[in-house]
Nanobody, 127 residues
Framework: QVQLVESGGGLVQAGGSLRLSCAASGRTFSSYAMGWFRQAPGKEREFVAAITSGGGRSTYADSVKGRFTISRDNAKNTMYLQMNSLKPEDTAVYYC????????????????????WGQGTQVTVSS
């Protein structure tokens, strides 16, 4: 039903920036809480950031606080992740995810709480 497509990944030097986008199909994007997760080779998928359906509240993993910013534009059915001061440890496949029935003000930080997933976009940070 709902399709999420990530874009904007690539190769960047340490200290550089990238902006990821997640485009959603359908007309119900504005009702979903959204999140970003990432997964490095041989490691479990980990939470990065999440944002409420209206974009009024967000939360971040400690590892990215102060460097990453999550945002959304519901008129464009798109969520973003601005990544600054990138480190080699940020290298991973980044996935966007949607929570179909979020509780008001609740932002899930585990993968099982999300209903829709994109296919991922590779981010590689060189040292």
């Amino acid at each position: 039903q709902v399709q999420l497509v990530e874009s904007g990944g690539g190769l960047v030097q340490a200290g550089g920036s990238l902006r990821l986008s997640c485009a959603a199909s359908g007309r119900t994007f504005s009702s979903y809480a959204m999140g970003w997760f990432r997964q490095a080779p041989g490691k479990e998928r980990e939470f990065v950031a999440a944002i409420t359906s209206g974009g009024g509240r967000s939360t971040y993993a400690d590892s990215v606080k102060g460097r990453f910013t999550i945002s959304r534009d519901n008129a464009k059915n798109t969520m973003y992740l601005q990544m600054n001061s990138l480190k080699p440890e940020d290298t991973a496949v980044y996935y966007c995810a949607g929570d179909k029935l979020p509780f008001r003000g609740y932002l899930g930080q585990t993968a099982y709480e999300y209903d829709f997933w994109g296919q991922g976009t590779q981010v590689t940070v060189s040292s």
